[in-house]
């Protein structure tokens, strides 16, 4: 049988919308923004949120954009092309190691989803506080090996759907999944709003309390902003290699990044009124949605209502995890079936398989005590590793290598696909300008932060 080979691209513009807008939509906007949101102050947070993830997502995504149609393969080739040496390979690489990590513990959270989606269906979900507190501390007892399970097949699920390929795979269930969440969302916003003092939460997300502004909430929200664009792991690399000559980069880059802040604020307003509404603080931390939200559900509607919103939230959960891990698995596969003699369906095992062993340790470790490093689980040692190393080393190289490594005529080709879109020059200014001096110096503020520098 043929290999699949680097000239696979998305069918369709939508196609790569879709795809790559499911990738930065995930568990990051619909669990973790809204938690730190809520443990952050509210509004005051989410303005510097969104101006950071416009300030440093769309040079940062661009810049990935470019290195990844530039190159027409895996991230790890296209990175040596972008740079012009072989060396530059290692830093794809370490996209890829840092994207199969985030693979490895985020399907724990994503098993959760499905746990509690299953769940829901069987109305076992809502009940009285006691009820869902025993819930999930069923969940995470250490005897219960449930969460270890759910994650290997939480990867095996991705695997299904990229071993069909870029279009029938990855497309294909994009075009469907994204749809379905936003309408979701849409709905739940709706019955989130119509409850009795709903402004109230509305309030909590868009009315901003400067005084809740400092350093360490600037910092939260840049981290957050990376994580949710998918920043840093050569995701959006490898996904670029399938988009087309024509495709418009730069426009691709501000629509995915609108839908991304538009899909986190939609969480925060399906959240927050819910949560204000039956005078619920949502700044419960990470049991935020398993724990906060049956016991808002409960309260708000009545039973019947519950139960159906219950089980759409969680439906929603779990689908935006799922079109985010598609990308992630990505990333691995492509390099090791275009850089290996393996077919890609092999190549995915192999993804999966290491995959696999990550998400088993992290999901042992947060319900075993004293497994992991440093004094955390391995869950937060992998989260750590990433969070706070690789996504920002990665971004870093990749804004520095497009701002300063790469020939400008070959950045403008991309910019302009090939001449097809003339760019003004305040355009090309302000994108070399934002390359090559502001990402990089706030790049490296957010590194030495998460480092405790400053
Ligand atoms: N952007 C995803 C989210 O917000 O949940 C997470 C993610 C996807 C991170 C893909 C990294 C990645 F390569």
């Not at 049991?287 to 519950?306: C, G, I, K, R």
């Not at 992630?328 to 492509?334: D, Q, R, V, W």
């Amino acid at each position: 049988m043929e290999k699949e080979q680097n000239k696979v691209t998305f069918a369709t513009r939508l196609g790569i919308i879709f795809a790559t807008a499911g990738s930065a939509v995930g568990l990051g906007n619909i669990w973790h923004f809204p938690t730190t949101c809520g443990q952050n102050g509210g509004a005051a947070f989410v303005l510097l949120y969104v101006i950071i993830t416009l300030l440093i997502g769309i040079p940062g995504m661009m810049g990935e954009f470019i290195i990844g149609r530039n190159g027409g393969k895996n991230a790890v080739s296209s990175y040596r092309k972008a740079g012009g040496k072989k060396v530059f390979g290692i830093i794809g690489a370490i996209g890829v190691l840092g994207g199969s990590l985030i693979l490895g513990f985020y399907s724990v959270i994503a098993g959760w989803c499905v746990y509690y989606f299953g769940l829901a269906l069987g109305d076992g979900v809502l009940g009285s506080q006691e009820h869902i507190n025993n819930t999930f501390a069923h969940l995470m007892a250490p005897d219960n090996y449930m969460p270890c399970i759910l994650s290997v097949a939480f990867i095996l699920l991705t695997q299904m759907i990229i071993v069909r390929g870029v279009r029938k795979g990855i497309e294909w269930a994009s075009k469907i999944m994204v749809p379905t969440l936003i309408m979701l969302l849409i709905l739940l916003i709706g019955a989130s709003c119509s409850l009795p003092n709903a402004f109230d939460g509305i309030r909590f997300l868009l009315n901003p309390d400067f005084t809740k502004l400092n350093a360490h909430v600037a910092f939260k929200a840049l981290g957050e902003a990376f994580f949710s664009l998918s920043l840093g792991t050569a995701c959006l690399c490898t996904y670029a290699s399938y988009f087309k000559e024509e495709t418009n980069l730069l426009r691709s880059t501000v629509e995915i990044t609108l839908i991304d802040v538009a899909v986190a604020m939609m969480a925060g307003l399906m959240i927050f009124p819910a949560a204000f509404s039956v005078n619920v603080e949502p700044d419960a931390g990470p049991s935020l949605v398993f724990m906060t939200m049956p016991n808002v559900f409960e309260q708000a509607f009545p039973h019947s209502v519950a139960y159906v919103v219950s089980v759409m939230f969680y439906l929603l959960l779990t689908i935006a995890a799922l079109t985010s891990t598609i990308s992630m698995h990505e990333i691995g596969t492509a390099v090791i079936s275009q850089e290996t003699p393996l077919s890609r369906s092999k190549a995915a095992w192999v993804v999966s398989a290491f995959c696999s062993v990550i998400g088993v340790l992290s999901a042992y470790s947060l319900s075993h005590k004293g497994v992991g490093l440093f004094g955390d689980s391995f869950f937060d040692n992998f989260d750590k590793l990433t969070a706070n190393i690789m996504l920002p080393l990665g971004a870093l190289c990749t804004i520095l290598i497009v701002g300063w490594v790469m020939p400008k005529e070959t950045v403008m080709a991309e910019l302009t696909s090939g001449g097809l879109y003339p760019r003004r020059a305040w355009v090309v200014k302000t994108f070399y300008f934002f390359s090559r001096i502001v990402c990089p110096i706030l790049i490296v503020c957010i590194f030495m932060n998460k480092l405790d520098i400053i």
